[in-house]
């Protein structure tokens, strides 16, 4: 598959999906959320770790982005800053970026969302940031609880975000094709009359429980 037909798949299969295919790893916690929910992302991720309300390493790691990179930002979770906004915005879409994901809070909101694009934060701050601090570009990040290294690939929705390790996308595509072919057939079955519980074999649990 191309390069965009994989980004592409990854984004038709969804977080949840892939999420559950690869042994329920990779999600990033639940406060990292959609600025947009009807917006999909996937991408390769372009890994920056800066400090609390500084945002001279997003500068820097934008002008080393490759077209189809997704940012990933560890901003260390801080909430009384927003260092994204609509000019990175800009930027970004310019440098063929496909979308950001950070810990931590963004703002101008509105422009953002009219863009069409896609961003993953803990929320929004109309407080700016500074630009004099280092960090690390490129290099293994904490960003949601999940650790990610630069070139993994990052899928995020509506459900949330999940990463993919670079050597696994290939398996990890096959089983959640797997998977969402199972839950068609199950899909299929319910409309039959079949039960869940048949389904699942959740029989042999609930006699355990003593769920008659």
Same mark, same amino acid.
């Given at each position: ?23 329920? !790893? ?6 990292? %959320? ?31 982005? $490759? ?5 990933? *930002?560890?901003?260390?979770? #801080? ?27 963004? $703002? ?8 069409? #694009?896609?961003? #993953?934060? $803990?929320?929004?701050?109309? %407080? ?8 690390? *570009? ?15 690939? *990052? ?16 398996? *990890?595509? $096959? ?6 072919? %199972?839950?068609?057939?199950?899909? !299929? ?18 006699? !355990?429980?003593?769920?008659?």
């Amino acid at each position: 598959m191309t390069s965009q037909t994989v980004m592409d798949t990854l984004k038709t299969l969804g977080s949840a999906t892939i999420h559950e295919a690869q042994g329920q !790893r990779g999600a990033m916690d639940s406060g990292i %959320k959609p600025l947009d929910p009807t917006l999909r992302m996937a991408g390769r991720a372009l890994t920056v770790d800066c400090s609390p309300g500084d945002n001279l390493l997003i500068h820097y790691a934008i002008s080393k982005a $490759r077209p189809g990179d997704v940012l990933v *930002v560890d901003a260390k979770g #801080f909430t009384e800053g927003g260092p994204w906004g609509d000019i990175l915005t800009l930027a970004a879409t310019l440098a063929g970026i496909r979308g950001l994901i950070i810990d931590g809070m963004v $703002r101008d909101a509105d422009t953002i969302i009219e863009s069409r #694009f896609p961003v #993953f934060c $803990r929320g929004l701050s109309i %407080k700016g940031t500074h630009k004099h601090q280092s960090g690390r *570009v490129k290099e293994t990040i904490q960003c949601g609880g999940v650790a990610i290294r630069a070139g993994d690939f *990052v899928v995020g929705d509506r459900d949330g975000v999940v990463v993919v390790a670079a050597e696994e996308l290939d398996d *990890v595509i $096959r089983a959640s094709q797997a998977r969402e072919e %199972k839950e068609e057939a199950f899909r !299929r079955e319910l409309e039959q009359g079949a039960s869940t519980l048949d389904l699942l074999n959740l029989r042999g649990t609930l006699d !355990r429980l003593g769920l008659k």
